[in-house]
């Protein structure tokens, strides 16, 4: 349940409110994922990867870009390898220009752009990765200067700064290998944009109802309560529900009044995976204690009242109210009333169902 001190309030929250339609975000979450996963990132959190590769669409897509993308493409995504630039500059644009409806305003919008512009980004992205300087610091809108800025970096790897740098010795050409990329991978994707577009649509209803079925939870899931500031001092909320970015929390707060908010739809799932997974964790603590085991051991044989398990073990009554908290919680102990007292016992039952959560975890 969120915190009461934290709660946006539900009333204030459905007078800003409005579910927007995002198509652009859903190539932009393709791509992302797409060069996240060449570039290892996903593995950062295997449970997110899991979830997604469940998704017959999403899975088709990734395919479609592994198979049906030329050599040379591969190879120029490869060779942006040391950076997450290529993922940034396609979010600044969409997130940062809020009238970029369809790719063809998205190319329209990148060739206008000024070449200082375009750098501001990539230089402001690989600064935030790899240094530890603070790239609002830096000399912007002023190529030359950039470019010393970023050599004379002293905490960032040689090799990687020359990469970046070699960017800067060619922004025009660049410019276009950017767009070569952004350009091949939607050529890919746009024969699945209707039907994930559908799809996010989909879900974004399953969202709109969660909010009037159990806006506590709504708030829970999309984590809500973590951002109640900005929801707070803007008079527009946007959430666009997103079927491409599976598992995202996402806020930006516009200069011109508003706040957009993007959600993955499976935040749901992944709360429930996170939560079985904090189980599956505080179960194995419990029982790798030894004090908690001949506890449980005992709960094991037959039903104790505290008292009596205190002199049988010689733990304080003190103490044993402590573990059994602990045992309750994670739902491993139950008492029953006995004589006018309270028998506690094992779970058997919950203690089977943690232990194929480890089996499957483990197989």
């Known amino acids: 349940m969120p915190n009461t001190k934290n709660r946006v309030d539900y009333i204030e929250l459905k007078k800003k409110l409005k579910f927007v339609n995002k198509p652009m975000f859903e190539f932009c979450g393709a791509y992302v994922n797409f060069l996240d996963s060449c570039y290892g990132l996903n593995k950062n959190d295997p449970k997110i990867n899991a979830l997604a590769s469940k998704q017959a669409l999403y899975s088709e897509v990734m395919t479609a870009f592994d198979s049906e993308l030329s050599p040379f493409v591969k190879e120029e995504i490869k060779a942006f390898s040391f950076s997450n630039i290529l993922q940034s500059v396609l979010k600044a644009f969409l997130f940062d220009f809020q009238?970029?409806?369809?790719f063809d305003a998205l190319l329209k919008k990148y060739d206008s752009y000024d070449i200082e512009g375009l750098f501001d980004f990539i230089g402001g992205c690989f600064i935030n990765e790899h240094a530890q300087s603070n790239c609002e610091d830096w000399p912007k809108s002023d190529l030359d200067n950039m470019r010393k800025y970023i050599?004379?970096?002293i905490e960032v790897d040689e090799n990687v700064k020359t990469q970046v740098l070699n960017l800067y010795a060619y922004p025009f050409e660049t410019k276009m290998r950017i767009r070569h990329i952004i350009s091949s991978m939607y050529e890919v994707f746009k024969r699945f944009e209707s039907d994930s577009v559908e799809l996010a649509k989909r879900q974004q209803k399953r969202y709109a109802n969660l909010i009037e079925i159990d806006y506590d939870y709504f708030c829970q899931i999309l984590k809500i309560d973590e951002i109640t500031d900005a929801i707070n001092r803007n008079e527009r909320v946007e959430l666009y529900i997103s079927y491409m970015f599976p598992v995202s929390y996402f806020c930006k707060e516009y200069d011109t009044g508003g706040v957009f908010l993007l959600n993955g739809f499976l935040c749901d799932e992944y709360l429930a995976v996170k939560i079985e997974q904090h189980s599956i964790e505080n179960f194995l603590s419990i029982i790798g204690d030894k004090e908690c085991m001949q506890i449980l051991m005992s709960y094991a044989k037959r039903p104790h009242y505290l008292q009596e398990l205190s002199r049988e073990l010689n733990?304080?009554?003190?103490?044993?109210?402590?573990?059994?908290?602990?045992?309750?919680?994670a739902d491993l102990v139950?008492?029953?009333?006995?004589?006018?007292?309270?028998?506690?016992?094992?779970?058997?039952?919950?203690v089977l169902r943690y232990l194929d959560m480890c089996k499957k975890l483990l197989y």
């Open 334 to 350: 139950d008492y029953e009333y006995t004589g006018g007292r309270r028998y506690y016992y094992l779970n058997k039952d919950q």
């Open 99 to 102: 009238n970029i409806n369809n």
């Open 151 to 153: 050599a004379e970096l």
């Open 315 to 329: 733990i304080a009554p003190a103490r044993l109210r402590i573990f059994n908290k602990r045992f309750q919680d």
